[in-house]
């Protein structure tokens, strides 16, 4: 390094080359232009908790680890790059890792800065830099050289500088900002077109930016051919139906344009379909209605294409789709060889479950990992085809209308591991067939259906599931013994089962990793597993059966306990007072009788113990005395949750 400065500064001045033998003779590296500018920024720092900056220092500093004295060499602090031909600071990295509000940098980017008039790469990301102003700084369009500008997470608010139009030699945009909350002020831009001299731009990333007066930006953003990766998320986008006449953008990879509600237009008129290029494309929560074009079924490279809704969810959790976002399935997805996700979530007004299969990648292999389908109202029978799809890992068809039997080929999807049929009218029964390969299956949610599982009792499966949901699938009457395999289940719900049987005696072991666990609404006689208190379980249904017998020792983790309306008899045991996590429980409608034993649960838990106390006296059963605990008013049942 020291030679080629050398080389430099022999045709220039004398005493610059003497001024430079002693800059080099300290073993200083940089320029003291450029040192001075870097330390007047620092002194715009407040707080610098992670100590990014705390190799900074004017006048050297001693390393630790071998004593010596290190000159003022500014190209070796931290976070700074200088050229190895001309010494120039060209790199800034001060990106705050931790990406936590409370460890980056604290203060304002100092106008000092713009002496590193060589900077090509500046990354100052999640930091609180916006300083007292919170406007992005102009001087920053002055950096001609820069390639590489990064200052997402940063919350500025103000106008987006049209100055930064003259980084002409920028790859990389990435003004990612928090999203932008009805509280929070908001970074805008309101005339996009400086964007356009951005001509080396590949990727741009405005998401937050409201750009809801840019109603051209279709066409701005056409006039930077360079572009391969394009964010718009969250930037209260207006129209999508100005169609450039001729599409630059020929490099385009990565679109997202998702949470943009107000981006209303019919589907069809859009010019997003007309970008071959695409390998992801995100619509989600756009208001775009209407036809989904034919043009689709040309975007070749396609890879992931999320066109989902997020749609609202009213008090019983089932979808309520806002108007005028529905659309009608009409392209033809056969050619999309490359797709690996297509995400059609609450957007289907309504539509042929077999017709959608029909239309859907038709290749060899077929690559389709991820089909959401759920909370549209699609009916009809599910089609054999679904065997074809033989990369499935998640077949997502929650809360459509499907009617009729589930086909045996999904059987054959050897790496399908979530499986969501659940609030559809499908019937009849799941044998060993449906499940015969697979293999990967973790969740499985059967539930409202009119299902049937009839499996051989000696019957293993192939998997270990993690969740099942089974709530009104017939399978009893005896307790499934197949489940006795199932010791990775988290969460199991086999309510209204059809169960009229005893707990099996593996119960506790089978199920010790089970945090949720619901069987209410069956015949289940007998008396509760005896050796439950080591099981994980947080929240136990048994309620509306014909337990009998008395409360044994309780999972120690139990946040809710319910097994009322059984024929639980006996006192409550002292032992319920270990549980330190319950804050719901009710007993009610059963045949105990005594005193609630006096412990601290009354205390730490008193107003959902009195309410369920209040159910307890209130019923028919009034065996329990109420010595200890007042009545109160409460009357609400909120232990639920
Ligand atoms: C500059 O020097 C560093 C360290 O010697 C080296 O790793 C890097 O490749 C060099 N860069 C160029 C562009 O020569
Ligand atoms: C910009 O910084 C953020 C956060 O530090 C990072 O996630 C993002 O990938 C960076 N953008 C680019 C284009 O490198
Ligand atoms: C975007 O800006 C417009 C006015 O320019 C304003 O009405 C709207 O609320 C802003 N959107 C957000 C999400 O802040
Ligand atoms: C699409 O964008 C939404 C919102 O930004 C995001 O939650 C979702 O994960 C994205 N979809 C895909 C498939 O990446
Ligand atoms: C579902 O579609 C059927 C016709 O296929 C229609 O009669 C019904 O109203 C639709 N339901 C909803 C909620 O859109
Ligand atoms: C299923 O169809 C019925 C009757 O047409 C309708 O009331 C219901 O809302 C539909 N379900 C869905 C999820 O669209
Ligand atoms: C199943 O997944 C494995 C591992 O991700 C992969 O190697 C294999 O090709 C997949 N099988 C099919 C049929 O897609
Ligand atoms: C399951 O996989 C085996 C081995 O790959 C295959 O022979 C069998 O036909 C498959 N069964 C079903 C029902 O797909
Ligand atoms: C449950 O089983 C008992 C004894 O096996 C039998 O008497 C009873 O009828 C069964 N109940 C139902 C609803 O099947
Ligand atoms: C529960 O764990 C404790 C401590 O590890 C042990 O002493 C006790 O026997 C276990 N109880 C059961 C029912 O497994």
């Known amino acids: 390094m020291s030679t080629a400065i050398i080389i430099v500064s022999t045709t220039t001045s004398s005493s610059f080359f003497f001024f430079l033998l002693l800059m080099i003779t300290t073993g200083g590296g940089c320029k003291p ?24 220092q004017r006048g050297g500093h001693y390393d630790d680890d071998d004593d010596q004295l290190l000159e003022e060499d500014c190209c070796q602090w931290r976070g700074v790059r200088c050229s190895n031909l001309t010494g120039h600071v060209v790199k800034l990295n001060l990106r705050n890792d931790y990406a936590d509000v409370g460890t980056g940098l604290v203060g304002e980017i100092g106008h000092s800065l713009i002496s590193l008039e060589h900077l090509r790469y500046l990354d100052l990301s999640m930091n609180n830099l916006a300083g007292p102003t919170g406007h992005v700084p102009e001087f920053l369009g002055s950096f001609r050289s820069l390639r590489y500008l990064n200052l997402s997470g940063i919350v500025f608010s103000g106008m987006v500088p049209p100055q930064l139009g003259k980084l002409s030699n920028l790859k990389f945009l990435d003004f990612s900002g928090m999203l932008p909350s009805s509280m929070a002020p908001f970074l805008y831009i309101s005339d996009a077109s400086w964007l356009a001299h951005l001509s080396n731009l590949q990727y741009l990333n405005l998401n937050g930016v409201n750009l809801s007066t840019v109603l051209d930006w279709p066409h701005v953003l056409n006039m930077i051919p360079s572009l391969k990766f394009l964010s718009l998320s969250s930037c209260s986008l207006q129209s999508a139906n100005q169609y450039p006449t001729q599409i630059n953008l020929r490099q385009l990879e990565i679109l997202d344009l998702s949470n943009n509600y107000e981006l209303s237009d019919q ?23 209407g036809e989904i074009p034919q043009a689709l079924g040309n975007m070749l490279s396609l890879q992931v294409l999320d066109f989902s809704y997020n749609g609202e969810e009213d008090s019983t959790g089932m979808s309520v789709s806002k108007k005028g976002n529905m659309c009608i399935m009409k392209a033809n997805l056969k050619n999309l060889c490359n797709l690996e996700v297509l995400d059609l979530d609450y957007r289907l007004a309504y539509g042929e479950i077999s017709e959608i299969f029909e239309s859907l990648p038709q290749c060899s292999p077929n690559k389709l990992k991820e089909l959401h389908l759920a909370n549209n109202n699609l009916t009809g029978n599910l089609p054999k085809l679904v065997g074809r799809l033989t990369s499935l890992v998640t077949l997502d068809l929650f809360n459509n209308n499907i009617t009729g039997q589930v086909p045996s080929e999904i059987g054959m999807l050897t790496n399908l ?13 799941i044998t060993e067939e449906h499940f015969a390969n697979l293999t990967s299956l973790k969740s499985i949610y059967l539930c409202y259906n009119y299902l049937e599982i009839v499996v051989d009792p000696e019957w293993l499966p192939p998997f270990r599931l993690e969740k099942a949901y089974f709530a009104s699938t017939s399978m009893g009457p005896s307790f499934p013994s197949w489940l006795q395999s199932q010791v990775d289940i988290l969460e199991l719900a086999m309510s209204d089962a059809g169960i009229n049987d005893t707990f099996p005696d593996w119960f506790s072991t089978t199920f010790s990793k089970a945090t949720f666990l619901e069987m209410s609404q069956n015949q289940i006689a007998g008396g509760l597993p005896t050796n439950m208190e080591n099981m994980s379980l947080e929240k136990l249904y048994l309620d509306c059966n014909h337990i009998a017998d008395r409360i044994p020792r309780m999972p120690r983790n139990l946040m809710l ?81």
């Open 33 to 56: 232009r450029e040192r001075d500018a870097l330390l007047a920024f620092k002194e715009g720092i407040v707080k610098d908790p992670a100590g990014l900056l705390s190799s900074w």
């Open 561 to 641: 306990l319910d097994i009322s309306y059984n024929l639980i008899s006996g006192d409550v045991p002292q032992s319920i007072c270990e549980l330190q996590k319950l804050n719901g429980l009710d007993l009610s409608n059963n045949l105990l009788e005594g005193e609630f034993p006096q412990c601290s649960l009354m205390s730490r838990v008193y107003v959902k113990v009195i309410v369920v106390w209040a159910k307890l006296t209130g019923r028919t059963d009034e065996r329990l005395r109420m010595s200890q605990v007042a009545w109160s008013s409460i009357d609400s049942d909120e232990y639920y949750e």
């Open 417 to 429: 591991t979530n499986l969501y049929l659940h609030y559809n009218c499908l019937d009849g029964v």
């Open 267 to 289: 589907a069809e008129s859009s010019w997003i379909w007309s970008l071959t290029s695409l390998k992801y494309l995100n619509l989600s929560s756009t208001s775009l209605y």
